[in-house]
T-cell receptor, first 114, second 112 residues
Framework: EAGVVQSPRYKIIEKKQPVAFWCNPI?????LYWYLQNLGQGPELLIR????????DSQLPKDRFSAERLKGVDSTLKIQPAELGDSAVYLC????????????FGEGSRLTVL | AQSVTQLDSHVSVSEGTPVLLRCNYS??????LFWYVQHPNKGLQLLLK??????LVKGINGFEAEFKKSETSFHLTKPSAHMSDAAEYFC??????????FGTGTRLLVSP
């Protein structure tokens, strides 16, 4: 069974440029999460989807961040424009909607903003 | 709001010796607690979870954790460390399975 797939694994951009990250969750997982992980910190939730609906986006900085999950499968997280402080690892995870507490994480997308 | 505190940012052990990674939690309700592991350049993986059943929880790779309500602790242990255990470990609390709050992590170093 394929795991959660994220791309790109690494991205280096100049500040004020846009960037997008893509996530393909495990087949059959209705819940999808985007987490932000700063160096030396634990992951922090940015947004959670139940199918196509964003049910928790309270931590998403909506002035520059946006996300979508069309058709309730793949998801894209966008930053426009990127700032120096956005340098971090962006993690995607998925889980069964029944909610066992077990999240399956991708390997992450490491963003460096110069 | 729920939170967890991981008391050590780094723990160093020798191969074959016991491992203890400490975690204290804060929660208004009966929490669900988890330990996740993150190996270098790998995705986070669930080690074990406590959901108000048995207070001693066994996980993968020989790890276990004990829920102690009186001490608000959920420490992770393993009797004998292996080189492959070297990784970052995260204690996690949830008051509903959908929203997990991660600790800051403990890096486990295992020397030969």
């Amino acid at each position: 069974e394929a795991g959660v797939v994220q791309s790109p694994r690494y991205k280096i951009i100049e500040k004020k440029q846009p960037v997008a990250f893509w996530c393909n969750p495990i087949s059959g997982h209705n819940t999808l999460y985007w987490y932000l992980q700063n160096l030396g910190q634990g992951p922090e939730l940015l947004i959670r989807y139940e199918n196509e609906e964003a049910v928790d986006d309270s931590q998403l900085p909506k002035d520059r961040f946006s996300a979508e999950r069309l058709k309730g499968v793949d998801s894209t997280l966008k930053i426009q424009p990127a700032e120096l402080g956005d340098s971090a690892v962006y993690l995607c995870a998925s889980s069964l909607s029944e909610g066992t507490g077990e999240l399956f994480f991708g390997e992450g997308s490491r963003l460096t903003v110069l | 709001a729920q939170s967890v505190t991981q008391l050590d940012s780094h723990v160093s052990v020798s191969e074959g010796t016991p491992v203890l990674l400490r975690c204290n939690y804060s929660s208004s309700y009966s929490p669900s607690l988890f330990w996740y592991v993150q190996h270098p350049n790998k995705g986070l993986q669930l080690l074990l979870k406590y959901t108000s059943a048995a207070t001693l929880v066994k996980g993968i790779n020989g790890f276990e954790a004990e829920f102690k309500k009186s001490e608000t602790s959920f420490h992770l242990t393993k009797p004998s460390a292996h080189m492959s255990d070297a990784a970052e470990y995260f204690c996690v609390v949830s008051e509903g399975f959908q929203k997990l709050v991660f600790g800051t992590g403990t890096r486990l170093l295992v020397s030969p």
